[in-house]
């Protein structure tokens, strides 16, 4: 589009367009994939309700701006009435625990002890709202062990996440391969200071005891040369003598939730 004639669109297009393909083979819209998924994740949804609910959220997603509508929607970008109930038997297939999500986690944390950190039950009082658990593995946090030397990134979102909203904050780094590994997960009531703090606080103390882990099952080995220890081991024994785990450097987004709580925990 130029400045000289808004009302013309100006396509440059290198070589020829294949031709498209039946339209039997193609995906309806993500963005209504996603919404579907959002909304039939709700208790009591039924396939009915979550057609009825896509008829009358769809305005609201940008797709009619005008009525009547200046260019027809073509049908294949609308799920049909088999997909949508697809849709609802791959949520329910997920199985739950417990119809109370907090419930729910009480009873995952209960079975699954050695994948949890940072863990604190609900507590909801007249001035704040207490509420966070971790989800972490021996592989994820050796991940923090391994690559010590790179950047940590803490990064939370909101939306498509649970159904209660609850913020969850990702912990990850990056390897040899400057790819992305997963470190840590992180659920909580809200993003504060005080909330990512606890959060920090109690990755030091998951990475000390890996690290701490790591050692020991080292030195229960047959001794090896200097050359043939790994950079695992060789970080870990750094870590416990340091007694303490600091990243070479956190990246964040522009939020001063997360800057507070790095210079608390320092």
Request: aromatic share 8%; net charge positive.
């Amino acid at each position: 589009v130029y400045a000289d004639d808004l009302s013309k669109c100006v396509i440059y297009q290198r070589g020829s367009h294949p031709p498209a393909s039946d339209e039997h083979y193609l995906q309806y819209s993500r963005r209504i994939r996603l919404y579907l998924m959002e909304r039939g994740s709700q208790s009591g949804m039924t396939p009915s309700k979550l057609r009825l609910e896509m008829q009358q959220g769809l305005s609201g997603l940008g797709d009619a701006g005008a009525l009547p509508r200046m260019f027809v929607r073509p049908e294949w970008r609308l799920p049909t009435t088999q997909q949508v109930d697809r849709v609802i038997a791959e949520l329910r297939r997920a199985v739950r625990l417990h119809s109370d999500p907090f419930v729910a986690v009480d009873l995952f944390v209960g079975l699954n002890p050695n994948l949890i950190f940072a863990y604190e039950p609900l507590v909801v009082t007249s001035t704040r709202k207490q509420f966070s658990v971790g989800i972490k593995s021996s592989w994820s946090i050796q991940n923090l062990i391994r690559w010590q030397g790179h950047t940590v990134c803490l990064d939370s979102s909101w939306r498509n996440k649970n159904e209660n909203r609850a913020p969850l904050t990702f912990v990850t780094t990056t390897n040899a391969a400057s790819h992305m590994v997963p470190c840590a997960a992180f659920l909580s009531a809200d993003i504060t200071s005080a909330s990512l703090q606890h959060l920090l606080e109690a990755l030091e103390d998951e990475v000390l005891a890996e690290a701490r882990a790591i050692c020991d099952k080292d030195d229960q080995k047959s001794l090896r040369k200097q050359t043939e220890v790994k950079v695992l081991v060789m970080n870990a024994r750094k870590i416990v003598e340091a007694g303490s785990w600091r990243p070479a450097s956190v990246m964040i987004d522009k939020c001063r939730a997360e800057f507070n709580a790095l210079q608390s925990s320092e």
